[in-house]
Each structure stands twice: as C-alpha cells, then as structure tokens.
C-alpha cells in the first residue's frame, strides 16, 4: 500500500524552527517529485514548496522564501521541510504529496498534480 506520511508538526513560539519530514511506505520517492501544502482553518489548501526528482528544481511560496528550505534524501526515502523564522500565519495542517510530473526536473505547488498524499501534520505557531 502507498503511503505518505508526515512528521514533526506541533506548538512553536514565533522566531522558532521546526523540521518536517515526509516518508514514504511501499514505494520509492526517489521516482517523485515532492510538494509541500499546507490548510489553514477556513481557508484553502495552499502550495508552499516543492524538489524535483533530481534536485535541481525547488520552489517556494513567496510568503515562505528565505525562511524554508527542502530537501530530500533518497536513501531514507525521506523528504524535509526545514521552517524558520516561524510566523503565526505559518499555522496549519502541512501535507506531502507525490507527484509523477514524467519529469527529473519540474515540481508543482498546485494540489492538481499530486497524486498521493499524506495525513498531515499540525504546525501551530502562538506565543
């Protein structure tokens, strides 16, 4: 059975950091390139980065750039989301997602081109 499955969310103070990981289970991320999202209470899921299959591409969302950064290690078959600097609107649920883009070098912060996902892991950012 595929599955994602993310980690390392829970309760920061702003200026904090926190490191999510995204595994996968029954099959190779290796051959995926891989998005982060994340949901706010009432608001739509939003892209926030994203790591080609070979590395060569990454993406961010503006409100995130200089302050996150991904990356991946095929030989965990683990994907990381390093956050920084961590805002109270950073909050939210995070999601990994694999996406088979016949690509080595694209990725996609649009949740159209995921094509699995994981459960999510809750990030909240309060003083």
């Known amino acids: 059975q595929l599955q994602l499955v993310e980690s390392g969310g829970g309760l920061v103070q702003p200026g904090g950091s926190l490191r999510l990981s995204c595994a996968g289970s029954g099959f190779s991320l290796r051959y995926y390139a891989i998005g982060w999202f994340r949901q706010a209470p009432g608001k739509e899921r939003e892209g926030v980065s994203c790591i080609s299959i070979r590395e060569s591409t990454t993406n961010y969302a503006d409100s995130v750039k200089g302050r996150f950064t991904i990356s991946r290690d095929n030989a965990k078959n683990t994907v990381y989301l390093q956050m920084n600097s961590l805002k109270p609107e950073d909050t939210g649920l995070y999601f990994c997602?694999?996406?088979?883009?016949?690509?080595?070098?694209?990725?996609?912060?649009?949740?159209?081109?995921?094509?699995?996902w994981g459960r999510g892991t809750q990030v909240t950012v309060s003083s």
């Open positions: 997602a694999a996406e088979a883009l016949g690509s080595l070098d694209m990725c996609a912060m649009t949740t159209e081109r995921a094509d699995y």
